[in-house]
């Protein structure tokens, strides 16, 4: 029983994050185009750049795929170093290499999902605490500002945290079904969006 649960849980997980690569837009998005109360803007955010989503699901694919506390530190470091970005992104002016950034962490994630690393826990939180810092500040620094800094900080947090845990639930999935080749394949086109984000860019 509690096996088939944990299934149907998994299970909803890879549907939603399916769901919402279909509905994000193929681009950057970066443009603030949408809801400007407060955390649901904040919410959107993540969600209208195919390149946040799938930095914070492979963030959740490659701490599941290391195993052990990972599964946990990773995703937590992501999320905690990411406030600290966004608060530097409110108080500074924008940077112009920060989509590069975003890409290039794409690229690295995509790599690491591929070749399986598997680094010393301490290594892997300040990894992806670099690559949080640079998402957080493409959030605080595109934050509109006739909204509240703290309900649009609530929302994009609420939403990495989602999607974290679809790349967990989707690493998860694959791992019961050991088509561990699957897990590597995301990995390929994560990597290929990035590598084509930063060719663009």
């Known amino acids: 029983m509690k096996d088939s649960l944990k299934q149907l849980i998994l299970l909803q997980s890879i549907i939603l994050g399916l769901i919402m690569l279909l509905l994000v837009p193929h681009a950057y998005a970066h443009t603030g185009i949408g809801p400007h109360n407060g955390w649901?803007?904040?919410?959107?955010?993540?969600?209208?750049?195919?390149?946040?989503?799938?930095?914070?699901?492979?963030?959740?694919?490659?701490?599941?795929?290391?195993?052990?506390?990972?599964?946990?530190?990773?995703?937590?470091t992501f999320v905690a170093i990411?406030?600290?970005?966004?608060?530097?992104?409110v108080m500074t002016p924008a940077l112009t290499f920060t989509e590069h950034g975003?890409?290039?962490?794409?690229?690295?994630?995509?790599?690491?999902?591929?070749?399986?690393?598997?680094?010393?826990?301490v290594v892997s939180a300040f990894l992806v605490g670099l690559f949080?810092?640079?998402?957080?500040?493409?959030?605080?620094?595109?934050?509109?500002?006739?909204?509240?800094?703290?309900?649009?900080?609530?929302?994009?947090?609420?939403?990495?945290?989602?999607?974290?845990?679809?790349?967990?639930?989707?690493?998860?999935?694959?791992?019961?079904?050991?088509?561990i080749y699957w897990l590597r394949l995301t990995g390929i086109v994560v990597a290929g969006i990035g590598g084509s984000f930063l060719l663009a860019g």
């Open 40 to 76: 649901m803007h904040g919410f959107m955010h993540p969600l209208a750049g195919l390149d946040h989503v799938l930095a914070m699901i492979a963030v959740g694919l490659w701490a599941t795929q290391t195993g052990g506390r990972a599964v946990w530190v990773v995703p937590l």
């Open 82 to 89: 990411m406030v600290l970005g966004g608060f530097l992104g």
């Open 102 to 121: 975003i890409a290039i962490s794409l690229l690295i994630l995509g790599v690491l999902i591929i070749t399986a690393l598997r680094l010393p826990l």
């Open 132 to 179: 949080a810092l640079g998402h957080g500040y493409a959030h605080g620094s595109e934050m509109p500002q006739n909204i509240s800094a703290f309900s649009y900080s609530v929302g994009y947090i609420l939403a990495t945290v989602w999607l974290h845990l679809c790349g967990i639930g989707i690493a998860l999935f694959i791992k019961r079904l050991g088509h």
